[in-house]
């Protein structure tokens, strides 16, 4: 938004010191799309891939913001530094998010070594916010040993957040995440580790066993080592089953490392982030195309029949 | 799927015939994908424009199926040839859809002026199948006078059928669409006609007061004419108020012809098209680029931190 100059070495500097307002201040520096966007990113690139970016996904009601504040206290009963990012939904027309800050995560609002952050996902494509890795770098470079990603909501943004994260954990409730609605819901194919949370409640162990089930189907052990991605039960408003949590994601970090998994999956999210970005450098250009009444132009032909969108498409290629 | 050569103008002349299975042949080889599509698009261009576009949307149970079987039924009274395409949610991983062809649909199975398919929508960024704008070309130039486009499911698949849709009818039921939820979903904007079906239910009345509160507080009158989208109601499983919807759907679509909204809408829609194919293709070049190891390469150095994502894109639309 703010058009005035940024020293943005001077904001790296202080973020890496510890600084929240400085970290604050890079995350809206990326969410408002700033000039100094690109100066930012050249700044923290080489102070980037330190933390473990843990996602954390689940239909609305499993508790994720509880189980989010449980692993928070956890991670940081280990002394480690503390990144999270809330990605609410909002209206796809509004553009503003329909949530406020998280109450529940109050516990950590006092604590400086815990960056809490609520994100609108923005865009008419919904999701996940474009800004969403952006401000994953600025709290890894800002020297977080784990950040956290919590994405409300079901849907598209749980296949999102697998290109985010290192490790992607799938929070169920008993009762709502049998089996087969987990298949089609694809979420089986996401979870590196599911936890069963409210898991006090009737039938957690048949939800605990459907889940193992399906996993079990959908096994591509094709010779090369897999994961077998963990099934386990949490009360996450009293901390129950938390601990075994928190090992379970060292042992999937500590099993990707030695499987050179984790240097796939983030080479592989360095790939898709390098091609979002060109291919939002390739729209905003046709969105000028557009200004410029070439697409308009193209497009009356096509409504009226005159040609066809391939060969329109064709044409606009041309001249880009 | 096959590569067998395709005589595609005389599908095209046998699907304006009138034969359901030329234009079920048509749909296969824009759904595949075919080495035939291009030659398939320029060779409907021309026999294009005709058919009114209904997209029919709603969150699951508020009897989409079933008020689009009755809509069909009024249509076929009037002697119009229809076209129905009913796009399916499906796991974004399988790539097939979980769901089979409507059952409830078979009232019409055997009438010859009725062609009902079913989509899959495929691709990571789900809703609405990309071949599906393509599908509505064969059906509009096979003369259908009206196609009906159902998309099951919420969210993106609503925002997305507002692009492909002259008109837009957004379903809802008693108790389930009260005037805040329907403002969070975003269905507000993106309705032309409202239908609260299952209007025999308690709270009938209640939502559609709900929701024409909602309207007029979203009223953007600025001067110009403005469609004022009327609230029905239906009981579409014993056909109560289908008429007064059909009468909706003529008027709605008079007001748009008079206003040169309709053109507009049409225009708007051709862009989006052009656009989404020519990002496409470059997508598709990118995945070469990919698949050359530029992408791949310049991704391990953004990992590593040696670079940073903008700069690597910059790298890549210097090649493109």
């Not at 010191?17 to 890079?26: E, I, Q, W």
């Not at 933390?51 to 239909?59: C, E, L, P, R, V």
């Not at 969403?132 to 749980?158: F, K």
Request: net charge negative; with cysteine; proline share 4%.
């Amino acid at each position: 938004m703010s058009r005035r100059s940024v020293d943005v070495p001077a904001l790296v500097e202080a973020a890496r010191a510890g600084s929240p307002r400085a970290v604050a201040r890079l995350i809206s520096l990326v969410e408002d799309a700033s000039p100094a966007l690109r100066e930012v990113m050249a700044a923290l690139a080489p102070h980037s891939g330190h933390a473990h970016i843990i996602g954390i996904t689940g239909s609305p009601g499993v508790g994720k913001s509880t189980s989010t504040n449980a692993l928070v206290a956890g991670f940081r009963r280990q002394g480690k530094r503390v990144g999270v990012l809330a990605v609410d939904p909002s209206s796809p027309f509004s553009g503003g998010a329909l949530l406020g800050d998280r109450v529940r995560m109050q516990d950590h609002a006092l604590d400086p070594e815990v960056y809490i952050r609520s994100m609108a996902s923005r865009g008419h494509l919904g999701g996940l916010s474009w800004s969403t890795p952006q401000a994953l770098r600025v709290l890894d470079a800002a020297g977080c040993d784990v950040v956290l990603v919590e994405t409300v909501g079901v849907g598209q943004s749980e296949v999102e957040i697998v290109g985010m994260a290192d490790t992607t954990i799938v929070l169920l409730a008993p009762g709502m995440g049998d089996g087969i609605q987990a298949a089609k819901a694809g979420i089986l194919e996401i979870g590196d580790i599911f936890v069963v949370n409210k898991a006090d409640r009737d039938g957690a162990d048949a939800t605990v066993r459907d889940i193992r089930h399906m996993i079990s189907l959908g096994d591509r052990s094709g010779g090369e080592a897999q994961w077998r991605p963990p099934v386990m039960k949490t009360v996450a408003a009293e901390f129950q089953g938390i601990d075994e949590v928190l090992e379970a994601i060292d042992g999937h970090y500590a099993w990707m490392t030695e499987h050179g998994e984790l240097h796939r999956r983030r080479r592989r999210r360095a790939a898709d982030e390098i091609e979002s970005i060109t291919l939002a450098v390739l729209r905003a250009r046709m969105g000028d195309l557009r200004a410029g009444h070439n697409i308009e132009d193209l497009a009356e032909l096509v409504a009226e029949g005159t040609t066809d969108p391939y060969t329109a498409a064709d044409k606009i290629l041309s001249v880009l």
